[in-house]
């Protein structure tokens, strides 16, 4: 029996085992903000060390630990990172869920909790896929690299930036995640937030005397409307990521509904969050409004600004500060481990995933801005972020497997 044959029978005898793992992962409360992720490292750095794994803690914020560890193979070759976040999106109100938020229950096929999919089940599928490897590293040549991280769902200095940053060893030849992708896709891309925070003010006055000063609120909702006219700037992708796009057309739209194509290769606003005014019968004097532009793969940040710019100054009163920003980012669609995985996931699935640009953030951003190929396969976002969230343990098992021999798969070519 062959050394993947091994390992794809223990995956399907672990069955009830991984989908425990998950369970414990959930049940552990992660929320981001506050981020403290304290209590789920402490349980995952136990198991590791109950396998016998080294690992490190690191902790530029006490309260926001990052995980690394490192196995070699069985001689020189290449150099595979996985990477997993702990924190997750806040559960919100206990009582839109079903059941508690953290409590793990599996019922019809689906496993729930918040950070079920979002994605506790992709770092459970990088610890395992670590676990596995790291039992069989004589099989295997190479290395391989373990990183989990705090400080994700903020897109903060705490968790993958610090490690990218100052830790070259967690950087290799390629990552691999399990952030939701659905088991249709392969992301090799994904727009870049450019979060803003607009401001207007005015001298207010009366509510019965609005001939007295602009509302602040009515000139933000204008500066808003004029905002939706950054769609029309003019991208420039390169002929792969483009025709990977036409090729994917069809899927991405059956999957996660009408205009996903557009939103992906369009510069898209949302205005999240809106404080304003005092009073009913006041004219408000102040606005300020957190609005989220996603930038897609060929169109950077700057270009976008310069517009925020031209439209800002037409709007007396008005003013903004950037909150966040990072740039859209793409690695190669035909890269070998997209074959490796879209093999795996066919195997497992019965679904041959096509290369896809991402409508969300991940970490692996930061290792395409320095030049590493780092590809999502994971489970579909059932209500990510949303009560009741939930991943199938069909997409739970698969992640699992299709990492697991992937990973081994790619080490050992």
């Not at 109950?50 to 020189?76: C, F, K, L, Q, S």
């Not at 079903?98 to 019809?108: A, E, L, M």
């Not at 950087?171 to 088991?183: C, F, K, N, Q, V």
């Not at 710019?309 to 793409?330: K, L, P, T």
Request: charged letters at 25%; hydrophobic letters at 40%.
């Amino acid at each position: 029996m062959t050394i993947r044959q091994q390992l794809t029978e223990q995956l399907a005898a672990d069955r009830d085992r991984i989908i425990e793992l998950v369970q414990d992962l959930i049940r552990i409360p992660s929320e981001n903000p506050p981020g403290d992720t304290t209590e789920v490292c402490a349980w995952v750095v136990d198991y590791l060390g109950r396998h016998g794994m080294d690992y490190e803690i690191v902790a530029p914020e006490p309260t926001m630990p990052n995980v690394i560890a490192h196995v070699e193979g069985n001689g020189p070759g290449k150099h595979l990172v996985l990477n997993g976040h702990f924190d997750v999106f806040p559960a919100g109100d206990a009582d839109a869920w079903t059941d508690d938020p953290f409590s793990g229950v599996v019922r019809d096929g689906k496993l729930y909790g918040r950070g079920a999919n979002d994605m506790k089940a992709g770092t459970a599928a990088s610890i395992l896929t670590f676990v596995y490897l790291a039992e069989r590293r004589e099989h295997w040549p190479g290395k391989l690299t373990l990183t989990l991280v705090s400080d994700e769902e903020t897109f903060g200095p705490y968790g993958a930036r610090h490690l990218v940053k100052h830790r070259p060893d967690v950087l290799g030849d390629a990552l691999l995640s399990g952030e939701p992708s659905t088991p249709y896709f392969v992301r090799y891309a994904e727009k870049g937030p450019l979060w803003i925070e607009l401001n207007v003010q005015t001298p207010g006055g009366h509510g019965g005397y609005p001939q007295t000063s602009p509302n602040a609120i009515l000139l933000a909702g204008d500066v808003l409307r004029d905002l939706q006219a950054l769609n029309e700037i003019e991208i420039r992708a390169s002929a792969a990521v483009l025709a990977s796009v036409e090729d994917s057309r069809e899927r991405l739209e059956e999957t996660f509904g009408p205009g996903t194509v557009d939103a992906l290769t369009h510069v898209t606003v949302n205005a999240g969050v809106i404080e304003g005014g005092d009073k009913v019968n006041m004219i408000a004097a102040s606005c300020r409004v957190e609005v989220d532009i996603r930038t897609p793969v060929g169109v950077t940040t700057d270009e976008v600004l310069a517009k925020v710019d031209e439209i800002i100054a037409r709007h007396e009163g008005a003013s903004y500060r950037i909150i966040n920003r990072a740039e859209s980012n793409a690695c190669e669609p035909d890269h070998e481990l997209v074959a490796i995985i879209q093999n795996n996931a066919e195997a497992a699935r019965g679904i041959r995933p096509l290369p896809s640009l991402g409508l969300g953030g991940t970490d692996c951003r930061l290792w395409r801005y320095r030049g590493i190929p780092a590809y999502v396969y994971g489970p579909t976002p059932y209500a990510m972020g949303a009560p009741d969230e939930h991943v199938l343990l069909d997409d739970l098992l698969a992640t699992v497997q299709v990492h697991a021999l992937s990973a081994l798969d790619y080490l050992s070519t």
